[in-house]
């Protein structure tokens, strides 16, 4: 019987170093070594699993060039492969790796196994969410958020759920076209294979992409009995670091701050660029004194700024624990962001100037220290994989953020973290600000939000709030 490796694909694009998933066994070969897939070449695409069949010849281990590369995501892996399927042989169909978790098929040359559990059903639920209190940027204000929960059941009734919900102001789709493109491509679902659905999206606006994409792995990583964060190729976590999100600076930083700390939160995060910037220096002073070095401000200025605009602000922040600054150039000026980083220690970030730009030209656009990353407005949680490794690649740090999505897609955004290097204090303690949710807000422990630990999300709305709000 053939035997299988693992081995990296040289010589296409830049490579990034990944995991398969835990629990793995592959049939006649010994514990997997780390695999690994090309980042620049399908950004969209992360911690795929590349095997390549060898043969065991009298002559010693050599591997044939005309065997097929097989490419499988790692949840098909790990149901190809579990103890009662050993004998399993499979072979790559397409001979196409641009997308190779959508153009997966699979043959069995010995023991015929069941077809993948075809999508049976697919539904979107309407949300609005009121906020305790408006959330105002540099952007504008937020007093409602609004939404719709995709829902996929497959033919063992199994339920996958993701979270469309457009945030136009930080570069993802208007709410129309979100909900207008997810009602017709859901059309198409009913019938197919989950496993066909990743990675051919790529017609959906961001919002509308993620939210496919994420209950399509949310249903394969609760059919497996597996975490999200595992379907994505990582270990099991039980909880990441995240920032305590206190809004405007004129809306009680001083109070935000004092809870904050009394919660056990590190970091602390205010929207900057919304008032007169003496104002806002003298709140954060004011801040500052009362907290000491307890807490670090991560501040965010969406884009309020040109350059001298900002060399000012900055150069009023001496002496304050600044653990970064997010956006602090409007787009047009994103060419002198070198320059203004240069005259800071703390790190100047990318947030949803992210959207308009690629990995590459990022990088060589602004040289930022650090991205943050939104699932909603990247296009998914297998893009924001993408931009990481190639982050990682660079020396570039990244933290991922909510974009005021419900509960679930907050959900997504926290398993997602989780399946990142440790190390980021990621920015997703936003549950708090609504009135109420479609279910239950994380709970949040001295600045760690607890993740759920059940198969795929560990969380699902409550469907009588939802029916109420169709």
Known sequence: MPQFCTEGLGGIGQIKQVRLPAGVALPGATQPKPVVFPVRTCPEIAF????????????????????????????????????????????????????PAATTRVLHQQNDYDKLMAITQATLHPYRLRLKRPWITASGRIDWRQGWLLAIRDSAGITGWGDCAPLPEAGSESHQKGADSLAQFIRHLPGGEPDLFIGQQNDLPPAARCAVETAVLDLQARRHGISFTEQLGAGRQSCIAVNAACGDLLGGGQACADQAIASGFRIIKFKIGVADPAREIAILEAVARECGRKIAFRLDANGAWNLQQAIEFIGQLQGLNIESLEEPLMRSELDQFNQLQERCDFPLALDESLAHLDPAAALALTGARRWVLKPTVLGGPLAVMGWAGVAADAGTEVVVTSSLESVIGVAMCAQLAAALPPGPVHGLATGGWYVEDVAPVLEIDRGSLLLPQGPGLGHAPDMCWLAKQG
């Open 48 to 99: 795929i699993g590349y095997l390549r069949q060898t043969m065991d010849r009298n002559s010693g281990d050599r591997e044939s060039d005309a065997d097929p590369l097989t490419l499988f995501c790692p949840g098909l892996l790990q149901q190809l492969f579990e103890p009662q399927n050993q004998g399993v042989n499979v072979r790559h169909v397409s001979q196409s790796w641009i997308c």
